[in-house]
Every structure is written in structure tokens, then in C-alpha cells.
């Protein structure tokens, strides 16, 4: 009988990324309704808890193809304009994603590679 459970990652937000969520939290609390900036809130927790399967789905961040680790991204749209990258990578040998940053898409994108050392 073949299984059809798909393969399931343990998913880690490393110190740096929590602490650049709630940069998140705080500027969605600042500039958006509480309802609204909730809802956002809770989706982009979503988003990266989809990474649990599949995590190879999202783009490898142009940013960061320099470094060892693999970096990739999916994209989350707060807004018409405004999408935030959830970046990470994967460390298939233990079945873990590590979640490194959530960076906001407005920013410039040179600090990616600051901000994920």
C-alpha cells in the first residue's frame, strides 16, 4: 500500500526572524485597523506554517544565492502593492525550516543580505 502523507518539516523561527516579525506587528498595529491588522497577521502566521510541506516550492532569494545555505522565499500580499517575503532554508538532513526573516517588499532589498547573515 503506498502512503500518500506528504513529507513533514519541523518549522523554526530563528531569533533575528521573530524579532523582524514584530517589526511587522508593530507597523501593522501602527497603520492598519486592529481588525485588519490582526487578520494580516494571522495569515502571514499561516503562510509560514505552510512551509511544514513542501518548503522547496519557494524561490531561491536572489539576494542571498551566495550563501551555503540555500535561502528561499515565499511571498505573502498584505496588500495590492505590498507583499512580504518570508525568507528561509531548509536543513533537509534534520527536516527542519528555519524561517530568518520576514521582510517587507517596499524596503530596500539590500538589506536582505544584512539582515540574514
Not at 518570508?86 to 538589506?111: H, R, W
Amino acid at each position: 500500500m503506498e502512503s500518500t502523507e506528504k513529507s513533514k518539516f519541523e518549522v523554526i523561527i530563528t531569533d533575528p526572524g521573530d524579532s523582524y516579525f514584530y517589526e511587522v506587528l508593530e507597523y501593522l498595529y501602527d497603520n492598519y485597523p486592529i481588525d485588519r491588522a490582526e487578520e494580516i497577521a494571522n495569515e502571514l502566521r499561516d503562510t509560514t506554517k505552510e512551509l511544514h510541506y513542501q518548503p522547496e516550492r519557494g524561490t531561491p532569494e536572489p539576494q542571498l544565492v551566495h550563501r551555503s545555505k540555500g535561502y528561499r522565499y515565499i511571498l505573502y500580499k498584505r496588500t495590492a502593492r505590498a507583499e512580504i517575503k518570508v525568507i528561509y532554508y531548509i536543513d533537509a538532513s534534520s527536516g527542519v525550516v528555519y524561517v530568518t526573516d520576514f521582510f517587507p517588499t517596499e524596503k530596500d532589498n539590500a538589506q536582505i543580505a544584512k539582515r540574514n547573515v
